[in-house]
């Protein structure tokens, strides 16, 4: 008999905290949780496991961040207006963050006039924080919605064509079978291999482009910070498409290399 055992990822809620988000810019209301290794039995665990650390995700764009427990006074069980959130979880926000809220300002205000060190680091952050989601989702192969389409339209092929076929052309049932079949699979391999790029514009490039439209990034920049990651092997920096995140940034905020 086989059996299914090993140890997953078990995350408990812990409550909502004030923090500050890099993909936003700004201070948000976040859901902070506890991660254990646990064992299982065909993926059924019991008890939290043992502890190997916390993650806060933002409540307004949905990006994860690995969180220290320890900064926060205390959690809300429920979420609340951030101003009161802040002031219960994390009253030290503002003297914590002092230097990022400084920055944050000058980026609002001049970003084109920042020094160069300092601008190329802020674009750099937005793509290594969102970096792990990336490495997450191509680490195996997914089946998004359109994926399971184009199978379930394959399957309505193997069953209207021969049908169809019977009628208007009994002699070739099985060639137009097989043709259904090719027809199908070739679908179902396509949708799969541009799922990524999918994924890509759809999940990562609106996270990047709230992050990076207000330093108004140059063409050139993105197309260097894509190449440096690509070349450390993160995957954002391969499967992105330069093309894609400036289509995905405000016209106006993208300014071309001379």
Excluded at 98 to 125: F, G, H, Q, T
Excluded at 236 to 241: A, D, E, M, N
């Amino acid at each position: 008999m086989f059996i299914v055992w090993g140890k997953k990822a078990v995350y408990k809620k812990l409550g909502f905290v004030a923090d500050f988000c890099t993909i936003c810019r700004c201070a948000q209301p976040f859901l902070v949780r506890r991660i254990g290794m646990a064992g299982h039995v065909y993926y059924i665990t019991v008890g939290e496991g043992e502890l190997v650390g916390y993650d806060r995700t933002c409540q307004a764009c949905g990006t994860s961040y690995t969180a220290d427990a320890a900064r926060y006074q205390s959690m809300a069980k429920k979420q609340a207006p951030l101003a009161e959130l802040m002031r219960k979880t994390f009253p030290g926000f503002a003297a914590y963050w002092a230097d990022r809220l400084s920055l944050e300002e000058k980026v609002k205000s001049s970003p084109m006039l920042l020094a160069a060190e300092e601008r190329k680091s802020l674009l750099r952050e937005a793509f290594l924080v969102l970096s792990p989601s990336v490495e997450k989702r191509f680490a195996s192969t997914h089946m998004d919605k359109e994926v399971g389409f184009a199978v379930l339209a394959t399957i309505g092929l193997l069953l209207a064509v021969p049908a169809l076929t019977r009628v208007v052309a009994p002699d070739q049932a099985e060639v137009a079978v097989l043709v259904a079949m090719a027809a199908g699979i070739v679908l179902v391999i396509w949708q799969i291999a541009v799922s990524g790029r999918r994924f890509m514009r759809r999940d990562v490039v609106p996270l990047l482009a709230k992050s990076l439209n207000p330093l108004r990034p140059k063409k050139e920049e993105v197309t260097a910070i894509l190449a440096e990651l690509k070349t450390h092997g993160h995957k954002i920096g391969s499967k992105l498409k330069v093309a894609d995140l400036l289509d995905g940034l405000k016209p106006a905020r993208v300014v071309l290399a001379a």
